[in-house]
């Protein structure tokens, strides 16, 4: 926890390298001071083929996913500090955005809570 899921057009693999691209992410999420570093996973989904402002255009969304308890300011600001990071590494691309989602603590399970 958290996990960052950039979803994008497959032509941003040609623009960036892809590790760069998931550092790029890594490292921000991890400056906020939110986040334990052990705790962060990006994951980057290219997608083929997609319909973006009625064309072929490139595009790259962040699903966050981070447990609940954050600020909405501090959601807020994670989404911000994302978003920036990769209008710096893609100033070209149309379309960058962020969401996040807030997992439950009540029913939130992983491998070391067995």
């Known amino acids: 926890m958290p996990h960052f899921i ?3 057009s497959e ?3 040609k623009l960036q390298e892809p590790r760069k691209v998931l550092e790029a992410v890594f490292e ?3 400056s906020t001071g939110l986040f334990d570093r052990d705790d962060i996973k990006v994951r ?3 997608f083929k083929h997609s319909l973006v402002q009625s064309a072929e255009a490139d595009f790259i969304h962040v699903f966050g996913n981070i447990m609940e308890g954050r600020t909405e300011e501090q959601k807020s600001d994670l ?3 994302i978003v920036a990071t990769l209008t710096t590494l893609f100033p070209n691309v149309p379309i960058i955005s962020m969401n996040i989602r807030n997992f439950e603590q009540a029913t939130y399970c992983n491998k070391s809570m067995i």
């Open 79 to 81: 989404s911000y500090a």
């Open 11 to 13: 032509n941003i693999l």
């Open 28 to 30: 921000t999420a991890f």
């Open 6 to 8: 950039l979803d994008c």
């Open 44 to 46: 980057l989904n290219p």
